[in-house]
């Protein structure tokens, strides 16, 4: 059956490159966790950031992802257990409207408890003439009752396909709608097909590996993956992923977790990777727990500083995955180590939560902890990915700089027997001078991130050149706010 569907699939081979996202909505009856599982993968433009909303004002309280400024979510779960994430299709054209598939989400985590009430909400906005819409989308969503639903939908219309009526209980969308009858986005979708029914078959369908291979998988137009390095040693390549499920224009993802029957709603997690899958490990976030809202948004706003880095112009925007792994460092594998770790202490204090033997103010402290340190990792990969870019450029013995990176001031100590004068020059990678610091006390020194206009100056790499009469040292170092 899996072969003949992939196959099936790939002779629909019919595309046009578009930014856009994958879904995919899974039955709990094949999860590890015996939970409904949901997810996605957001695509946009590469300089796209994403904003965390955490809505208490409606009926239900709910936390989503939305783009700064707007009253519209694109992926979420409410208090009662009740998770949607949409793709947009193509393929189901309507007529220009206020309206979209954003408000729609948003309204519904708002508003509804359950995938019957979702569905009574569809029946009114489809046949109301007050509002002026633009709905063309498939949504994936779950409730607390353990229903598994995919909708596809437009202004006049919605179609409802369920896990139970398929012989593999999981619905997968891109691009394109079955009722629409287009093939937009088929690539990722016949990738994502693979994925999960390997996952299924080997009975390992479950957050983690969601996070791992599906959100982060790359794969070429015949939907054949990547060999990806994993170890020092591996062969890297610079690889096309216009094709691919995670990709330069994925700005976030979301694995979203439910509950086993009977389970408290507020137990439903999502995991949250707020920026490129690449450059950003997943958190989780509860419906009930404010979460900090400033810390996970940072997340996103250093995402395209990273994906500069391992798609960048001069290699044609192609995934350079030469840093990808040294001798210390393997990012997939840090990415692995710390998600699954990260789950597993999760699950130990959702058993607590529930049994109501912690409170609220400890799972609180729990999330913004893993999100101050999902920020502190993201640094440290901006600083693993950075190449050096003059091979002169080495730590140097009388020269310190810290914290390396950092994100407020930097400290420039130099260490010399000498009492000549010193000046500090600072210049960014395409050797612009952007700062210069002409006294210190002691040769101590300090820098604010700002350039000699103090304006403040992009997250990157700089070099700290440190001169006097009688020397001359060089030191890198990673600004990220």
């Known amino acids: 059956m899996k072969r003949t569907l992939i196959l099936i699939l790939i002779l629909m081979l019919i595309t046009i490159d578009v930014i856009a996202c994958t879904i995919g909505v899974a039955s709990h009856t094949i999860t590890t966790s015996d939970k409904p599982i949901l997810w996605k993968s957001r695509d946009k433009t590469p300089t796209t950031i994403n904003s965390i909303r955490y809505v208490d004002n409606m009926t239900y309280n709910f936390v989503g992802i939305s783009t700064p400024g707007e009253n519209r979510v694109w992926m979420g779960v409410n208090e009662m257990g009740f998770a949607l994430a949409n793709s947009l299709s193509y393929d189901l054209t309507v007529d220009v409207g206020d309206y979209n598939n954003g408000n729609l989400i948003y309204n519904a985590l708002g508003l509804v408890s ?45 179609w409802v396909f369920e896990t139970d009526d398929t012989e593999n209980p999981y619905l997968l969308r891109t691009n394109h709608s079955v009722i629409g009858g287009s093939f937009e986005g088929i690539e990722r979708l016949n990738r994502s097909a693979q994925i999960i029914q390997d996952l299924v078959e080997d009975n390992e369908l479950s957050v983690n590996n969601l996070l791992l291979k599906q959100v982060r998988d790359i794969s070429d137009r015949d939907s054949q993956p ?30 979203i977790e439910g509950v086993q029957p009977g389970q408290d709603p507020k137990l439903t997690t999502m995991w949250l990777i707020m920026g490129n899958p690449f450059v950003t490990q997943a958190i989780p976030i509860f419906p009930t ?78 999330i913004n902890q893993n ?33 390396n990176p950092f994100q407020t001031v930097l400290t420039i100590k130099t260490k010399t027997a000498s009492k000549a004068k010193g000046q500090v020059s600072i210049y960014n990678l395409k050797g612009q001078l952007v700062k210069t610091i002409s006294s210190a006390l002691d040769n101590n020194y300090s820098w604010n991130g700002k350039d000699n206009k103090n304006d403040n100056l992009p997250n990157g790499v700089y070099l700290i050149k440190y001169e006097s009469a009688v020397e001359s040292v060089v030191q890198k170092v990673v600004l990220l706010k």
Do not use: H
């Open 114 to 158: 359950n995938l019957n009430e979702f569905e009574n909400f569809l029946d009114y906005m489809t046949s109301t003439t007050s509002i002026s819409l633009e709905l063309r989308g498939n949504f994936v969503a779950f409730d607390a009752e353990g229903n598994t639903k995919l909708y596809e939908i437009n202004n006049n219309n919605y």
């Open 226 to 255: 990547y060999a990806l390095p994993l170890q020092y040693g591996d062969p890297t390549s610079l690889f096309n992923t216009e094709y691919s499920i995670c990709r330069r224009n994925t700005v976030s993802a979301v694995v």
């Open 289 to 366: 727990i404010i979460p900090n809202v400033t810390t996970i948004n940072n997340l996103s706003e250093n995402s395209p500083e990273l994906v500069n880095i391992i798609w960048n112009r001069d290699n044609n925007y192609l995934l350079d995955t030469s840093n990808f792994v040294n001798a210390s460092f393997s990012l997939l594998q840090e990415f692995e180590n710390k998600e699954v770790g990260l789950y597993q202490s999760l699950e130990d204090l959702k058993t607590q939560w529930g049994n109501q033997e912690i409170n609220d103010s400890t799972i609180t402290s729990f």
């Open 371 to 403: 999100a101050t340190s999902a920020l502190n990792f993201s640094t440290e990969i901006f600083y693993n990915l950075t190449p050096n870019e003059d091979n002169e450029v080495v730590p140097a013995q009388s020269l310190q700089v810290y914290p």
